[in-house]
């Protein structure tokens, strides 16, 4: 990624947004493949983004729709609990950039996770937490110092500020820079990768 951070947007599902979180500078553009996902999109929407000259990032919500419904997305993210076996069968078969999420709750052993995941061959590892991951950033400050790993889970203007102060350089958003689900604001958007780019992390 040409900037100092990566901060990826999720939920695009319409190449309008996608476009203006190019111009805006978002460095990935998540498109979640599951139809059961308000905010889904589809193969073809990737295929439309990445000829725009955007990064895509294909969300998959199991292993097996990774098989079913492969894309030319520029990484595969896997939004579901998955082993060293699966992350290896992905990449020998596809050739594609992993991205591991694993969820927090407070109590998981973080270390040992990410450790499991790259070694396996993921490119980047997200700590998500459905309660908002700011409510455990005192826990997990430390991996900061990995720019490989990166944080979701309602990170909006309120928070992303102190996020980036703590070192985080991989940064994902999705419902916070939504007008509705499926359709983003591209004020909210602007406002809140400015805040992004202009923080120094001091950690």
Request: proline fraction near 2%.
């Amino acid at each position: 990624m040409p900037n100092e951070e990566i901060v990826k947007i999720c939920g695009i599902a319409n190449l309008e947004d996608a476009s203006a979180a190019i111009d805006l500078g978002y460095d990935i553009m998540g498109v979640i493949l599951d139809t059961k996902v308000i905010r889904h999109g589809t193969v073809k929407l990737i295929e439309d983004i990445k000829n725009i000259g955007g990064t895509t990032a294909a969300v998959y919500t199991s292993f097996e729709s990774v098989k079913e419904n492969p894309s030319s997305a520029d990484y595969i993210q896997l939004h579901f609990s998955h082993s060293q076996k699966q992350i290896r069968d992905i990449k020998d078969e596809f050739g594609k950039k992993i991205i591991s999420v694993i969820t927090y709750a407070g109590k998981e052993n973080l270390d040992a996770s990410i450790k499991e995941k790259i070694s396996a061959g993921s490119d980047l590892v997200l700590i998500e937490s459905r309660e908002g991951i700011f409510k455990y950033l005192p826990n997990i400050v430390s991996l900061s110092e990995n720019s490989r790993v990166g944080v979701a889970g309602k990170i909006d203007l309120s928070n992303v500020s102190e996020i980036r102060r703590r070192g985080f350089r991989f940064i994902d958003a999705s419902r916070s820079l939504e007008i509705r689900p499926g359709k983003k604001d591209y004020s909210v958007m602007k406002e809140f990768i400015k805040s992004v780019r202009c923080i120094h992390a001091t950690v």
